[in-house]
């Protein structure tokens, strides 16, 4: 058997063991929203994670630092109302996220086998970069990792508009997921306005999500220019003409989001 053909067999073989692992989590998660005190369910659920742990450490090559493993144990974190990290997720929530954690892996695989991407494993090239795992939208994840190593290119190139209204975009995004998975009944209570989340404004989605203990007050530094990238973004259209970003402001705005970016994960 040639390299490649025990590589794909060997890809094979773990792309099998993740697919009975997510087959049983899905029975189990559906098992535990049905009934959360299920004893039964809690039991086959400890022994499914304890399985998920042992195939997420082998596919990290034991490496707590890995972002794989980074993932795994992120998934049985929740957030108080402070913000902080916290133990106790309910268990049906913690399935989910497990489930999420072997699709990430499902993922990195299934572009190894097409020759895109470098093994999970420690013997790793370099394990791609997984800054975003704490946001809940899966499909955002990668969305955002793309357009953050843009923001990064774009400053390192002297584009400070480009890299500014990308950090913005950024900024923008991941605090609306928090705020959509924190949910509009929770946030009344802290003062948010009526309506949906979508129709917010940016800096109104700033204070609502600070009001409400996701983030902290790191986005007191955000410039003017970058509160208004929207409105300024719209007007430069329209003119056909652009205000210059200053240096400055650009990587100010990239600091607040690496700011709010750790508030946002407990782990980070």
């Not at 792309?15 to 039991?43: F, K, P, Q, W, Y």
């Not at 742990?53 to 596919?59: A, D, I, P």
């Not at 700033?206 to 970058?226: D, M």
Request: proline share 4%; glycine share 6%; hydrophobic share 40%.
């Amino acid at each position: 058997m040639s390299i490649d053909e025990s590589m794909r067999a060997q890809v094979e073989t773990w792309l099998l063991r993740l697919d009975v692992l997510m087959r049983r989590g899905r029975e189990l998660r559906d098992s535990l929203t049905t009934d959360s005190s299920d004893s039964s369910a809690i039991a086959a659920t400890r022994a499914w994670q304890e399985d998920c742990g042992v195939t997420v450490n082998q596919l990290s090559g034991g490496s707590k630092a890995h972002w794989l493993a980074r993932s795994f144990s992120s998934a049985f974190l929740m957030r108080s109302a402070s913000g902080q990290a916290a133990e106790g997720a309910p268990p049906a929530e913690i399935v989910k996220r497990l489930l999420d954690v072997l699709e990430q892996a499902v993922a990195a695989l299934s572009a190894m086998d097409d020759g895109k991407s470098p093994v999970l494993s420690a013997s790793s090239e370099a394990p791609p970069p997984h800054r975003f795992d704490f946001v809940h939208n899966a499909e955002l994840r990668p969305i955002v990792e793309r357009a953050y190593i843009e923001s990064r290119r774009a400053l390192e190139e002297a584009d400070y508009d480009v890299g500014l209204r990308t950090a913005c975009g950024i900024l923008e995004a991941i605090v609306t997921d928090a705020l959509e998975y924190q949910g509009l009944s929770a946030l009344a209570a802290s003062g948010a306005p009526a309506g949906k989340i979508a129709d917010w404004s940016f800096n109104t989605r700033l204070a609502v999500a600070e009001r409400a203990g996701l983030i902290r007050n790191g986005c007191a530094r955000l410039p003017a220019v970058a509160r208004a990238y929207r409105e300024n973004s719209q007007a430069a259209e329209e003119r056909d003409t652009q205000a210059p970003v200053s240096e400055r402001d650009a990587r100010q705005a990239g600091q607040v989001l690496r700011v709010v970016m750790r508030d946002l994960d407990p782990g980070r």
